[in-house]
């Protein structure tokens, strides 16, 4: 049975990466059911319970080595795997994952990754060196293309889409189920924000519990999508807000899969979201968005849609929340769609990045050796 192993940011609660994943291998099996499936995570448990695969500890070395011994096929993302903004150790690990596909004759797919930043010239350095070690690469935007070039990648490269545009919703039953037991009344049109915990200049939660108030006049029933364990804090902080100007709390969701949250998003009508996933999965919805751009990545893919984005509050005092969701809403039927029109274009390339798994797949069945 041939093998392949997927190394990412899995096993992290981080709903954007396990969209991937989760998106990776229910389209692997769909078109491949006789393959092998491993992956590299921090939740091994918890990552073969949710997608009945077999899981190893991204950090035990042994472990690794196993993983990489039984693979016949190394797919090396999707995400922002190859980046050194966290910190040069999360590179160098993805780094040293590529270099042991190297030193162990494994085959490797960078599989729609977005590239970026790289500010260290080692690591630019060490990133280029082994890019040109792998069988092929993919990445999800332009501006990751870009990048590779500038750094000297001369290897063909693909740009293609994030793999989460392939998810499948949850079930309509369990998604009314988690609106109603969020306190979300589901024959509303929703508005999701999607947040996260950031330091701000201005009075950002002060703005945008004032859209939120706008939001509601025009019909719209505002909801929190909680897409991080770590983002709670600002269910808080955006009621204190609201709390401050005579407003009700907004109801939130949290703890969901990517199939749940992609469920529930189907149901809105606008998104306002600091995190990529939370726009990609949007955008797989149907649902239009306005991104804050904290990180490259998120400007890059708005742009790409032709969607507003704002600065990052922590760089500008008034980033014009209130007035860009008060135009953004007032336009959201001519902009829901445009995004229609460009949906099945990014499923399509999304679909791409499978096919050339199946592709090196199929070499690797030519040229295996049966093993002892």
Known sequence: MPRVLLSGYYGFGNIGDEAILAATVSSLRSRRPDLGISVLTQSPEETSKDYGVDAFYRMSVPLVLKAFRQADLVVFGGGSLLQDSTSFRS????????FLAKVTGKPVIVYANGVGPLRSSFGRYLTRILLGTVAYITVRDEESLGLLREIGVKKEVKVTADPAFLLTPAPQPRVLEIL??????????????????????????GSLARAVSDLRREGLLPCLLVMQARDLPVVEALNRALADIGEERVPHTAGLTPEEALGVLEKGE?????????????????????GVEID???????????FPVLPDPAHVADPGVEQAIKDFVSDRNSRARDLQARLPRLISLAQENVDLILQALTRCDNHREPRQ
Request: glycine content about 8%; charged content about 15%; hydrophobic content about 45%.
């Open 91 to 98: 590179l160098a690990y993805y780094l040293s994952i590529l």
């Open 180 to 205: 109603t037991s969020s306190g979300i009344d589901p024959t509303r049109p929703l508005a999701w924000l999607a947040l996260r915990p950031r330091r701000t200049l201005g009075d950002f939660y």
């Open 270 to 290: 606008f998104c306002f979201g600091m995190r990529l996933h939370t726009l990609i999965l949007a955008a797989r919805a149907g649902v239009p968005s306005i």
């Open 296 to 306: 490259p990545k998120i400007g890059a893919f708005c742009r790409s849609l032709e």
